[in-house]
């Protein structure tokens, strides 16, 4: 079992939708929740992190955390166009694992 | 400006030839990690850093070393690159281990 799963996609939603990107982890020591961006040919840019369980929001997103589900969401709202990237979740215990990441196109 | 740099941005090499990539950050950062993404296979860790001269290996340390003398910096050497090293690889740093990381802007690796 890997360590940090994500559905590879494509994600496709239309512009406007609600776009849930989902993600679970193995190791019942994670501490921290991290979800990056990364448009193609760029670096990963941290977008979202989350250490306790419930929602945290910052504009139109939000991340969310069950640790008793092992189980870690995005949900972007409102999504534009200027959205269609990979996301990538990611766990830190000792130190960071990532998911292989979801594609999103988000179609105007 | 806060970052973290990476040279050189691409690098064309033959099987066997030594070669280091460079990695420096100017955050004081403690944390530092080298991460190799390969298409389908995601970011995959080759070495990390939890401060000088104390490093560990990831998961995919096959072939690479490492060597962090000065927190800033955090060299990746290939000592004799084979093919299957052909990939993107960036390098990384965060104050914490609960903070997330600062990318660099990659190094695109291929060996002939």
């Known amino acids: 079992q890997k360590e940090v799963e994500q559905n590879s996609g494509p994600l496709s939603v239309p512009e406007g939708a609600i776009a849930s990107l989902n993600c679970t982890y193995s190791?019942?020591?994670?501490?921290?929740f991290f979800w990056y961006r990364q448009y193609s040919g760029k670096s990963p840019e941290l977008i979202m992190f989350?250490?306790?369980?419930g929602d945290k929001e910052d504009g139109r997103f939000t991340a969310q955390l069950n640790k008793a589900s092992q189980y870690v969401s995005l949900l972007i709202r409102d999504s534009q166009p200027s959205d269609s990237a990979t996301y990538l979740c990611?766990?830190?215990?000792?130190?960071?694992?990532f998911g292989a990441g979801t594609r999103l196109t988000v179609k105007p | 400006e806060a970052q973290v740099t990476q040279n050189p941005r691409y690098l064309i090499t033959v099987t066997g030839k030594k070669l280091t990539v460079t990695c420096s950050q100017n955050?004081?950062?403690?944390?530092m990690s080298w991460y190799r993404q390969d298409p389908g296979l995601g970011l995959r860790q080759i070495y990390y850093?939890?401060?000088?001269?104390?490093?560990d290996k990831g998961d995919v340390p096959e072939g690479y070393k490492v060597s962090r003398k000065e927190k800033r910096n955090f060299p990746l050497i290939l000592e004799s690159p084979s093919p299957n090293q052909t990939s993107l690889y960036f390098c990384?740093?965060?104050?914490?281990?609960?903070?997330?990381?600062?990318f660099g802007s990659g190094t695109r690796l291929t060996v002939v």
């Open positions: 850093s939890m401060n000088v001269e104390v490093t």
């Open positions: 990384a740093s965060s104050s914490d281990r609960g903070y997330g990381y600062t």
């Open positions: 190791d019942r020591g994670s501490q921290s």
């Open positions: 990611a766990v830190r215990v000792n130190d960071m694992r």
């Open positions: 955050m004081n950062h403690e944390y």
């Open positions: 989350i250490y306790s369980n």
